[in-house]
């Protein structure tokens, strides 16, 4: 748990202190976190979901085990017209329901909350400015701010341009940074856009994009795992991979976010940003050293190595579907066009597996599967890594060399956050006879103390100013250059070219059927929990 701060000389920039969150069983290594220098925090869209369910709990949770400084307080922006108090109520009962309330904690918390109504006709960001002015002087936080923008995106530009006019972006005293949730654009020309407006009014080393998934502990993980045994890289590549399958599979439908999702569909969902970063992270080169910008170096190199869709003939590397109603878990589920605010004639997908290459030395003509859904049979997300088989199968006419099955590793990063290793042995009694066994790592096996979860991640590391889980400029470039055209294709189509047909699946079921049938036709099969 919690204990007193330690100054960290090499840290002397960031003014952070180390502080212990845990250890490895009783009496075995502690295990330190950073927490960040003084700051102030200035949420748009404060008043809306994302703030509700996981911005403000995140806040709450990491100032609750001592990972955030006594000088620290919260400016929530939105239109809605509120008052302190009454933001502070709402809040509290957003935490009620979304982290563990205590009493002692809140009460340490709601003092630093603070609310600002956006009135669009008066000076809202002079109003921001001064209320900012008046709560650094009370809280001391040494003019360190973080702009957050948990708006729909269609507000980005004005803010981002009424900040830097306001002068919120320059550093005087401290520093000031602003952090971007997706979607980050919808397509090519659109991230560009978005790119130029925030680009001048901030620099790039104070942007910081969030992708929430590479906070995940399981997905960091990947990097540390490859990284830091000697046993899985010299194997890791072409001549012993056979394919990797990576899924993301959500057992909930659109909730009540039809307007944004109806404009999106799960490939700018899901794909344009957590499928490809975790990607990027199964298939990159280790950087020299672990640092910011060399891992995200590394990351847009295999952004920059995705082989183009084949857009003759898109249905080959590409199945989508929609959901129609279903029972899912105990419950009926109405189907997608059935949701309140979707069009009944929708033709935006909720689920897509796609097959792609990455052009470098080490991947050639290994197929990455990736595949995502909602609404599906269930709620898992894993990187499942298939070896090819063995050369010679010397158990010839003894055994059945279909029925052995290649050594497969999971990297299951949630619900069960595990790695496993599939891999055969001999039957204890008889002559020739195998079977195949899992060996199960428990990712939290043996750790007792405060664990993090991916909004508390990235949210703290955006105060210490570590930019290594966020994305950079070129990584958005390059992930919306390699979807764009197939986007386009989809929904624009093209001369002479034929649109993958959207298929339907029941709600609670594993997805389309074509779907089995696109990755059977190669030989394989999907890999389930
Ligand atoms: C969000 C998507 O980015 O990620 C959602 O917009 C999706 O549609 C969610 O449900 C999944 O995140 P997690 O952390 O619940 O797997």
Known sequence: MATEGIELEEEERHRATLVRVGELAPGGEPCVELCPPPCAIVLFGASGDLAARKLMPSFYNLRKSGLLPENFFVIGASRQKLDDESYRNAMEAAIRSNAQYDEKAWSDFRKRLFYRTLVPDARPYEDIKEALADREKEFKTGGNRIFYLATPPAAYPGIIEALGAAGLSEEKQGWSRIVIEKPYGRDSASAHQLNEVVLRNFREDQVYRIDHYLGKDTVQNIVMFRFANAIFEPIWNRRYIDHVQITVAETMGIEKRAAYYEQAGVLRDMFQNHMLQVLALVAMEPPSVYEANLVRDERVKILRALRPLPLESLSESLVIG????????????????????????STVPTYAAMKLFIDNWRWQDVPFYLRSGKRMAAKFSQVYIQFKRVPHLMFKGTLDAAGIMPNALVLKIQPDEKVQMLFHVKNPGSRVSLREVVMDF????????????AYDRVLLDCMIGDKTLFIRRDGVRYSWEFLTPALDLLE???????????????????GPTEADKFIQKDGRRWQND
Do not use: H
């Open 322 to 345: 929609q959901y129609v109603e279903g029972e899912a878990g105990s419950e009926w589920a109405p189907g997608y066009r059935e949701e309140v605010g979707v069009s009944k004639d």
């Open 492 to 510: 624009k189509g093209g001369p002479g070219r034929k649109r993958p047909e959207l298929f339907i699946y029941r709600a609670g079921s594993p």
């Open 442 to 453: 428990s990712y939290t096996e043996g750790y007792r103390g405060v664990k993090l979860d």
